[in-house]
């Protein structure tokens, strides 16, 4: 149980294109989604955090604007990065939380590569 | 802020050697720590985790202690195998927002 997908597992775009990557809770509802970003070798970090049905909660430093994030249901999030740039290429992971609960279920990620 | 500190890999053992990864953490009150494992090709997943100070956690013959005067929750492992090969990230969960602090992970490799 508590399995988290993630669509697509790697994505090419241009420069200057957007792309949009899906992270869905398949078997529970996810109260709460965050989107991470990892580069090679570092750690992950905290992008944003949402809530269904509600706007998400970026970190600081992360464009709002740039990194679209819609929580539309208890069971899908999507991250759009928009305008895409090559220093937008990394390893995006979502993850989702049941309930009150401190425990993250995390997809597998998704490679960007902005050409 | 909320930090987390652990060795740096990569770590090579072989087969049935003793593991340790060590991590610290920098948070104010009284954080939740986790260990997370990520196998090649594959999500993040919860490997242990405890909730207050003296805890130990343990999964799968790993196990961490929760050390708050030392602010440390060391990963061991008496024998590891070739399929523990993987990144383990050492992190905490600090205040009622449940948000994840990630230390940068070790990836461990273990030859036959």
Known sequence: GAVVSQHPSWVICKSGTSVKIECRSLDFQATTMFWYRQFPKQSLMLMATSNEGSKATYEQGVEKDKFLINHASLTLSTLTVTSAHPEDSSFYICSAAIGTTYEQYFGPGTRLTVT | ?112
């Open chain 2, 1 to 112: 802020g909320n930090s987390v500190t652990q060795m740096e890999g990569p770590v090579t053992l072989s087969e049935e050697a003793f593991l340790t990864i060590n991590c610290t953490y920098t948070a104010t009150g009284y954080p939740s720590l986790f260990w997370y494992v990520q196998y090649p090709g594959e999500g993040l997943q919860l490997l242990l985790k405890a909730t207050k100070a003296d805890d130990k956690g343990s999964n799968k013959g790993f196990e961490a202690t929760y050390r708050k005067e030392t602010t440390s929750f060391h990963l061991e492992k008496g024998s590891v195998q070739v399929s523990d090969s993987a990144v383990y990230f050492c992190a905490l969960s600090g205040g009622s927002n449940y948000k994840l602090t990630f230390g940068k992970g070790t990836l461990l490799t273990v030859n036959p």
